[in-house]
């Protein structure tokens, strides 16, 4: 089965260490050759910054709000917002933070174009 759910991930933290310390637990693997830290390779960093980073990443037919969820418990300092849409015309936003050590979590999602008709509406004229 392919993956027909596009995520896009924007983390931030306001503190560094913190960012980092996710970045380096959940997104990256060492190497064994070169000892480097790289990226999965399933994951297109968009932009990294001191304090955020945005990338895209797929998932099996809808997003998995349970990984969201579960990171969102393992580093209470970030903020998470998941932007997505399906090949078949669903879309949907989840942010997660924690607000006076109460999880926050606010999801949206509706029906909507699918991407083979956004191509075919927004081809040039």
């Avoid at 990294?48 to 579960?70: A, C, N, T, W, Y």
């Avoid at 933070?97 to 999602?109: L, Q, T």
Wanted: net charge negative; hydrophobic share 35%.
């Amino acid at each position: 089965m392919s993956k027909s759910c596009f995520n896009y991930i924007t983390i931030i933290c306001d503190c560094e260490v913190e960012l980092n310390n996710f970045i380096v637990d959940e997104l990256k693997y060492k190497d064994e050759e070169s000892g480097e830290d790289i990226f999965y390779e399933e994951i297109n960093v968009i932009k990294r910054g001191k304090k955020g980073i945005v990338f895209e990443i797929s998932s099996m037919i809808k997003p998995d709000l349970q990984i969201l969820h579960s990171l969102l418990k393992k580093h209470p300092k970030l903020w998470i917002k998941n932007e997505w849409n399906t090949e078949h015309g669903y879309a949907g936003v989840w942010i997660g933070c924690y607000n006076s050590d109460k999880m926050d979590i606010v999801h949206f999602h509706w029906k909507d174009s699918s991407i083979g008709k956004n191509s075919y509406f927004l081809d040039e004229v």
